[in-house]
Nanobody, 121 residues
């Protein structure tokens, strides 16, 4: 089992930045890929970014490429999402996810509770 806890969401103006963090516990952190999904009101959940266990492979949705950056620290069991140049359409609940394997993009096996990100225009 893997437990995931997100932090760092909030309200920001368009063009601003936020950094989301996810703390993982349970199964050996460095053995699986991690990522972030989001769900906007009235829309399906979508994959935003993912990172392999070594950090050597990453994935980004086209809508966030060049603005969002994913990283992980296996010593601290954390994965982060740096979000820059935020747009109102980035408003969503963001979920930290973990795969059961080391593959990018991830197929979520475990989900965090989610953290709200709201971008005002």
């Amino acid at each position: 089992q893997v437990q995931l806890a997100e932090s760092g969401g909030g309200l920001v103006q368009a063009g601003g930045s936020l950094r989301l963090s996810c703390a993982a516990s349970g199964r050996t952190f460095s053995s699986y890929a991690m990522g972030w999904f989001r769900q906007a009101p009235g829309k399906e959940r979508e994959s935003v970014a993912a990172i392999s266990w070594s950090g050597g492979s990453t994935y980004y949705a086209d809508s966030v490429k060049g603005r969002f950056f994913i990283s992980r620290d296996n010593a601290k069991n954390t994965v982060n999402l740096q979000m820059n140049s935020l747009k109102p359409e980035d408003t969503a609940v963001y979920y930290c996810v973990a795969d059961s394997l080391n593959r990018v993009p991830v197929t979520p096996r475990y989900w965090g509770q989610g953290t709200q990100v709201t971008v005002s225009s």
